[in-house]
């Protein structure tokens, strides 16, 4: 058999077996109650603000619900499987609360079904990109398809970030092959998280002056806005409340340099806080667009926008890296084993046995000792003890991060020598040759 | 690159300072509201924690700051929703809360039909008031926790019945004994009128909680307390506004360390191409 269909099959293997037994019930919760409500014909954003209002009202603070808030394509790559679900369990809950920092009930057998088919979207786009991959580098897709961090944030934790890498990444290829509409219409899909908004100035930039590709750009991207166009119409203030008025102030955290704010217990010095890293993202975005934006390659200029956003970004979630991962594999500046830090990152804020609920709430017996071991976690976590370790990677990683950024940077050519198609495509084209 | 590093280093040892400058500038006396909805306050002597409406715990929770150890929280008494009733209806379950602050009051209003509350917490130097207003006479059921207290009013709990009643008054005294700390603490709840039954109940080698019944429109319960035996002070979790600075230079001089005498440039994904 094919190498390259080898690499892809095992990854699907591995992350087939996994997925139905473990699950962030928060997050895999949000994605399966979302998945309903819109099969339903619900709007999802009127649910979360309704909810929002409801929380801001009982506390009178800034608070909201954190429930949906993506972007409105999102879900539709979740509903047909859980659709497929229904007709096999029928349309009961089987996922019942866990919104934080409460717990789910599961009904059994359906919800490891459930879990199940709430997760083939995200192994589908992982098996994509070990697909893709394989077509550069045979090594590279071995790492990404073995990656522990990219198997748990996929199919332990049930995040979707894969979704994002693999629209990224043929983004990025169908750009350098100047399939322009292409490009454009697979960015506008990896907005699925809205963390890769800031590489549409990049585009812009690199097509600046090339009326009719910038224009196919656009054309292609202006699809993956019909959505966002019907919830503005149907529904503008609850869309905008909780895609901008979330998004935008949240408070700063993750795996970063700003995991003090959680011992700063102030939500609204916290907000206010908060708007230093949203300037100096705003301001880093732009000198890196304007200064290196034509005079990187193509996939040095996304990474280095996307981690200097990554370094100065209020939020930077455990998973935000699995976006990039395939591009910093494909780029010889960067140090891939930077996923070491959000690794270890997820033990220090959820406990490991957080994420087999599904195992764990099979058994009263086993539901006692998470009860127990959660007990002991929580004394931890109140004396402050995992506080420490926690702002440590933060920091460390923001530190990688820097240096991968400087080290991207560094490739930049002088003005005038910009050459759209990537270096690191055209070698990776020259090794697959050979 | 140069300077974006140093920009970089001067940024996150800077941030690491802002807890401190918080606790020190800010966070004093006013009550200040938690990303979850719930809300506290610091005073020279006393942490409250109000907790938010979706959990009945810690409404509020005093907690007292021995003056050995300030940046430690012995908590004193705590009040509790879940298990408090008025005319027979529960304060966490059968009741519409909203939570609102100024700077110094915290006030939280129970509704349902016919009935409306007001649960007032106000701070002063020397102690913690939890004020209960209603709008007509009720029957108050209110209990409050420690984990766990030695004696209540100089009884103890050898050969208690569970509830024991003791007689009514308007002081409650109780010790306690702080594992933390290794240290003895004692606690008055002065009550404004005298109820209709104090209860206390045994647990273990103490008392777990007093519950005060009252048939009145109002009750306000004056809460105080103090750590009289200091014993051993360990780590606190207000001891982390003081260790991040210190963290924050760490990481950094071991970046700067691993930069200048490190493997520079060391490509780790060429190798696969071997």
Same mark, same amino acid.
């Given at each position: 058999?094919?190498?390259?269909?080898?690499?892809?099959?095992?990854?699907?293997?591995?992350?087939?077996?996994?997925?139905?037994?473990?699950?962030?019930?928060?997050?895999?919760?949000?994605?399966?109650?979302?998945?309903?409500?819109?099969?339903?014909?619900?709007?999802?954003?009127?649910?979360?603000?309704?909810?929002?209002?409801?929380?801001?009202?009982?506390?009178?603070?800034?608070?909201?619900?954190?429930?949906?808030?993506?972007?409105?394509?999102?879900?539709?790559?979740?509903?047909?499987?859980?659709?497929?679900?229904?007709?096999?369990?029928?349309?009961?809950?089987?996922?019942?609360?866990?919104?934080?920092?409460?717990?789910?009930?599961?009904?059994?057998?359906?919800?490891?079904?459930?879990?199940?088919?709430?997760?083939?979207?995200?192994?589908?786009?992982?098996?994509?990109?070990?697909?893709?991959?394989?077509?550069?580098?045979?090594?590279?897709?071995?790492?990404?398809?073995?990656?522990?961090?990219?198997?748990?944030?996929?199919?332990?934790?049930?995040?979707?970030?894969?979704?994002?890498?693999?629209?990224?990444?043929?983004?990025?290829?169908?750009?350098?092959?100047?399939?322009?509409?292409?490009?454009?219409?697979?960015?506008?899909?990896?907005?699925?998280?809205?963390?890769?908004?800031?590489?549409?100035?990049?585009?812009?930039?690199?097509?600046?002056?090339?009326?009719?590709?910038?224009?196919?750009?656009?054309?292609?991207?202006?699809?993956?806005?019909?959505?966002?166009?019907?919830?503005?119409?149907?529904?503008?203030?609850?869309?905008?409340?909780?895609?901008?008025?979330?998004?935008?102030?949240?408070?700063?955290?993750?795996?970063?340099?700003?995991?003090?704010?959680?011992?700063?217990?102030?939500?609204?010095?916290?907000?206010?806080?908060?708007?230093?890293?949203?300037?100096?993202?705003?301001?880093?975005?732009?000198?890196?667009?304007?200064?290196?934006?034509?005079?990187?390659?193509?996939?040095?200029?996304?990474?280095?926008?996307?981690?200097?956003?990554?370094?100065?970004?209020?939020?930077?979630?455990?998973?935000?890296?699995?976006?990039?991962?395939?591009?910093?594999?494909?780029?010889?500046?960067?140090?891939?084993?930077?996923?070491?830090?959000?690794?270890?990152?997820?033990?220090?804020?959820?406990?490991?046995?957080?994420?087999?609920?599904?195992?764990?709430?099979?058994?009263?017996?086993?539901?006692?000792?998470?009860?127990?071991?959660?007990?002991?976690?929580?004394?931890?976590?109140?004396?402050?003890?995992?506080?420490?370790?926690?702002?440590?990677?933060?920091?460390?990683?923001?530190?990688?991060?820097?240096?991968?950024?400087?080290?991207?940077?560094?490739?930049?050519?002088?003005?005038?020598?910009?050459?759209?198609?990537?270096?690191?495509?055209?070698?990776?084209?020259?090794?697959?040759?050979? | 690159?140069?300077?974006?590093?140093?920009?970089?280093?001067?940024?996150?040892?800077?941030? @690491? !300072?802002? /807890?401190?400058?918080?606790?020190?500038?800010?966070?004093? *006396?006013? +009550?200040?509201? #938690?990303?979850? &909805?719930?809300?506290?306050?610091?005073?020279?002597?006393?942490?409250?924690?109000?907790?938010?409406?979706?959990?009945?715990?810690?409404?509020?929770?005093?907690?007292?700051?021995? @003056? !050995?150890? /300030?940046?430690?929280?012995?908590?004193?008494?705590?009040? *509790?929703? +879940?298990?408090? #009733?008025?005319? &027979?209806?529960?304060?966490?379950?059968?009741?519409?809360?909203?939570?609102?602050?100024?700077?110094?009051?915290?006030?939280?209003?129970?509704?349902?039909?016919?009935?409306?509350?007001?649960?007032?917490?106000?701070?002063?130097?020397?102690?913690?008031?939890?004020?209960?207003?209603?709008?007509?006479?009720?029957?108050?059921?209110?209990?409050?926790?420690?984990?766990?207290?030695?004696?209540?009013?100089?009884?103890?709990?050898?050969?208690?019945?569970?509830?024991?009643?003791?007689?009514?008054?308007?002081?409650?005294?109780?010790?306690?004994?702080?594992?933390?700390?290794?240290?003895?603490?004692?606690?008055?709840?002065?009550?404004?009128?005298?109820?209709?039954?104090?209860?206390?109940?045994?647990?273990?080698?103490?008392?777990?909680?007093?519950?005060?019944?009252?048939?009145?429109?109002?009750?306000?319960?004056?809460?105080?307390?103090?750590?009289?035996?200091?014993?051993?002070?360990?780590?606190?979790?207000?001891?982390?506004?003081?260790?991040?600075?210190?963290?924050?230079?760490?990481?950094?001089?071991?970046?700067?360390?691993?930069?200048?005498?490190?493997?520079?440039?060391?490509?780790?994904?060429?190798?696969?191409?071997?």
């Amino acid at each position: 058999m094919d190498k390259r269909i080898k690499i892809t099959l095992a990854a699907l293997i591995v992350r087939l077996v996994i997925a139905p037994f473990f699950m962030h019930a928060g997050d895999l919760g949000t994605i399966y109650e979302s998945s309903a409500i819109a099969l339903n014909g619900g709007n999802l954003y009127n649910y979360v603000y309704q909810q929002t209002l409801q929380m801001q009202s009982a506390t009178g603070l800034p608070v909201f619900f954190e429930g949906y808030a993506y972007h409105p394509l999102l879900i539709y790559f979740f509903v047909p499987f859980y659709w497929i679900y229904t007709l096999i369990a029928g349309p009961s809950s089987v996922i019942i609360g866990g919104h934080f920092p409460n717990l789910p009930v599961l009904v059994y057998p359906w919800a490891l079904i459930a879990i199940f088919m709430m997760k083939v979207p995200i192994i589908l786009a992982d098996v994509a990109v070990v697909y893709v991959l394989s077509g550069f580098d045979l090594k590279k897709a071995e790492i990404y398809a073995f990656c522990p961090y990219i198997i748990f944030i996929s199919v332990v934790w049930g995040m979707f970030d894969a979704i994002v890498a693999i629209f990224l990444l043929l983004s990025y290829i169908t750009f350098s092959k100047t399939s322009y509409t292409l490009s454009g219409l697979t960015y506008g899909l990896s907005l699925t998280k809205l963390y890769t908004v800031v590489l549409f100035p990049l585009y812009v930039i690199r097509l600046w002056g090339k009326w009719k590709e910038l224009g196919q750009f656009l054309l292609g991207f202006s699809i993956t806005l019909i959505p966002v166009l019907y919830y503005l119409i149907v529904s503008p203030v609850a869309f905008l409340n909780v895609i901008v008025g979330f998004q935008g102030s949240r408070v700063m955290g993750g795996v970063n340099l700003y995991n003090f704010v959680w011992i700063i217990p102030d939500v609204r010095f916290d907000l206010l806080l908060s708007m230093i890293p949203s300037i100096l993202l705003v301001i880093s975005v732009a000198i890196i667009v304007l200064r290196y934006g034509r005079r990187l390659p193509l996939v040095e200029a996304i990474l280095a926008v996307m981690l200097v956003s990554f370094v100065f970004g209020k939020v930077l979630n455990e998973q935000f890296l699995v976006s990039i991962f395939p591009l910093i594999l494909l780029c010889r500046e960067c140090d891939y084993r930077l996923w070491v830090a959000p690794f270890a990152f997820i033990f220090l804020r959820s406990p490991f046995y957080y994420f087999a609920i599904p195992i764990l709430w099979a058994s009263p017996y086993f539901y006692d000792l998470y009860l127990q071991a959660d007990t002991l976690w929580m004394h931890l976590q109140t004396a402050g003890y995992l506080m420490i370790p926690m702002y440590a990677v933060g920091i460390a990683f923001s530190m990688l991060l820097l240096w991968n950024l400087i080290q991207v940077l560094k490739v930049s050519r002088p003005v005038g020598a910009e050459n759209t198609r990537s270096r690191s495509l055209s070698r990776a084209v020259r090794i697959r040759r050979k | 690159m140069k300077s974006l590093t140093t920009f970089f280093i001067v940024y996150v040892i800077a941030l @690491s !300072f802002i /807890p401190i400058v918080h606790q020190m500038f800010i966070a004093q *006396s006013s +009550w200040r509201g #938690y990303g979850t &909805g719930a809300y506290a306050y610091q005073s020279p002597s006393y942490f409250v924690l109000f907790n938010d409406p979706y959990d009945g715990s810690s409404k509020p929770n005093i907690h007292v700051n021995p @003056s !050995f150890a /300030p940046n430690d929280r012995i908590s004193i008494v705590e009040f *509790s929703d +879940w298990t408090s #009733y008025v005319d &027979g209806y529960n304060l966490f379950n059968d009741f519409n809360v909203t939570i609102r602050a100024s700077s110094k009051l915290l006030d939280t209003t129970y509704t349902r039909p016919g009935l409306v509350l007001h649960k007032l917490v106000d701070l002063s130097s020397s102690a913690v008031q939890v004020k209960i207003i209603a709008n007509k006479e009720v029957n108050a059921h209110i209990e409050m926790w420690k984990w766990i207290m030695t004696s209540v009013n100089g009884m103890t709990s050898v050969n208690a019945p569970k509830p024991t009643v003791i007689p009514t008054s308007t002081s409650i005294n109780f010790t306690f004994n702080d594992q933390s700390l290794n240290a003895i603490g004692l606690g008055e709840i002065s009550l404004s009128r005298v109820p209709t039954q104090i209860g206390v109940w045994p647990f273990e080698s103490g008392f777990n909680r007093v519950t005060v019944d009252f048939i009145n429109s109002e009750m306000t319960f004056t809460v105080s307390g103090s750590i009289t035996e200091p014993g051993q002070v360990g780590w606190t979790y207000g001891d982390l506004p003081y260790v991040l600075p210190i963290i924050a230079i760490t990481v950094v001089a071991v970046y700067l360390l691993v930069e200048r005498y490190g493997q520079k440039n060391k490509d780790h994904t060429r190798r696969s191409h071997r």
